[in-house]
């Protein structure tokens, strides 16, 4: 009934998906103080295990459902129901829909989490529960019904490979929001504690990355083998073309910049991997460092303290990514997908950018009045002698290193 090479291949990359995660929570824990990093962490670790309990009973119905209105899921998969050990998804992946829902559930958890790095050191861990909450429901479910699960981009003719809109426009516009309502750290030139960490992050989050794009074409076919090398390939171009830039900018080669970078090339890439060609995702990932690059500057100019880059690498990147794939997107690599503006397809580039600059819009003022409201309910920043101990300490009682 099912076929067990593509339900196979699934399982690996829902587990590299998975990856990501504890992947990102080295990346965050590496770049913040050390009085922080079990924060930092936990804030990724614990999207594992509470996003994991609101996707099987409503989050997935939510994104999944029958659509309503174009914006959200029905209840017909509340708590999972309907949806058995023999109930296949798709009529072309072969797989089982019970690994579908898990496939998509690993990319809820991670989006969120995303978002930590730009309020790092800052938070209260009880206000960041209810922010995850919140944002889950009203933001990410019905993202993804609106792009994948049948509602009105997807209707409309929007692509999104792996999640440009989806994931990380949608995280980095939401960390811009924080930034501005949280406000700066006592101490915002807190340097990373320990680079080490950042590149053991940078490893699992682009080994996992294979699961995050390839796994997207959710069978294996040559579309999946295209956004496996492109993912690679912009993710390497961008890695040395931020090396490069540091050369000439700072003078010196940086591997904090180079791991950046990389991570730039990775999320820029990710709507658009099984849709270009592997030249696009050359050009894709020189573009995203630059781009990324002069975000980053620019932030640091205009003294936001996003503390971990997430708007200058993810936000832009992702943003970047939906553009250039109304850009550089052709049939000829994907039947299913669509031509670009650079194939003669202006109209289908036009429904990219008013997509994913719609869903920036909201992302930004949905998270800001969020958290205007949260904190009515419960402080969301820690006290200044907290934050001078550390979050470590203050909220969790326990410390990272002795």
């Known amino acids: 009934m099912f076929d067990t090479g593509n339900t196979a291949f699934m399982l690996l990359a829902t587990s590299l998906v998975m990856l990501m995660t504890p992947g990102l929570a080295f990346f965050y824990g590496g770049l913040v103080s050390r ?7 936990m804030q990724s670790f614990v999207s594992m295990g509470w996003t994991t309990i609101l996707w099987v009973t409503f989050g997935f119905t939510m994104s999944f459902g029958n659509d309503i209105g174009g914006i959200i899921g029905n209840s017909k998969y509340l708590f999972l129901h309907g949806i058995s050990v023999t109930t296949p998804f798709g009529a072309n992946t072969g797989i089982p829909m019970i690994v579908f829902v898990a496939y998509q559930m690993m990319f809820a958890i991670i989006t969120p989490a995303l978002i930590t790095g730009a309020f ?17 429901i009203f933001v ?10 049948g509602g009105l981009f997807q209707k409309w003719g929007v692509l999104d490979f792996a999640g ?12 811009l929001a924080s930034v501005f309502f949280i406000g700066k750290r006592k101490n915002a030139n807190t340097k990373p504690h320990s680079i080490p960490l950042v590149a053991l992050g940078t490893g699992l989050l682009w080994f996992g990355w294979y699961g995050f794009n390839a796994g997207s074409e959710l069978r294996v076919d040559a579309v999946t083998a295209n956004a496996f090398l492109n993912t690679d390939v912009a993710a390497s171009f961008a890695a040395i073309t931020w090396l490069i830039l540091a050369v000439i900018f700072e003078k010196k080669p940086k591997i904090l910049g180079m791991l950046t970078g990389a991570v730039a090339g990775l999320a820029t890439i990710t709507p658009a991997a099984g849709y270009v060609t592997i030249q696009s995702s050359m050009l894709i990932g020189i573009i995203a460092s630059i781009v990324s690059y002069a975000a980053v500057y620019y932030k640091n100019k205009k003294g936001w303290d996003d503390a971990l880059d ?8 992702g943003y970047l990514g939906i553009i250039l794939l109304g850009l550089f997107a052709t049939k ?3 039947a299913n997908g669509a031509n670009g503006f650079l194939y003669g397809n202006a109209s289908f580039f036009w429904k990219e950018f008013i997509a994913v600059t719609a869903v920036s819009i909201y992302a930004f003022i949905f998270t800001y009045g969020a958290l205007w409201l949260i904190n009515k309910a419960t402080p969301i920043r820690v006290s200044g002698e907290a934050e001078i101990e550390g979050l470590d300490k203050s909220e969790f009682g326990e410390e990272a290193y002795f």
């Open 35 to 41: 009085k922080n990093v079990l924060t930092i962490m």
């Open 140 to 149: 990410y479910f019905p993202l993804v019904h609106m792009v994948w699960g």
């Open 120 to 136: 790092a050191d800052r938070v209260k861990f009880k206000a960041y529960m209810i922010f995850l909450t919140i944002w889950l």
């Open 310 to 317: 997430v708007w200058g690498v993810h936000g832009v990147g």
């Open 332 to 334: 000829t690599v994907n």
């Open 164 to 175: 440009g809109i989806v994931v990380h426009a949608s995280a980095g516009a939401a960390a």
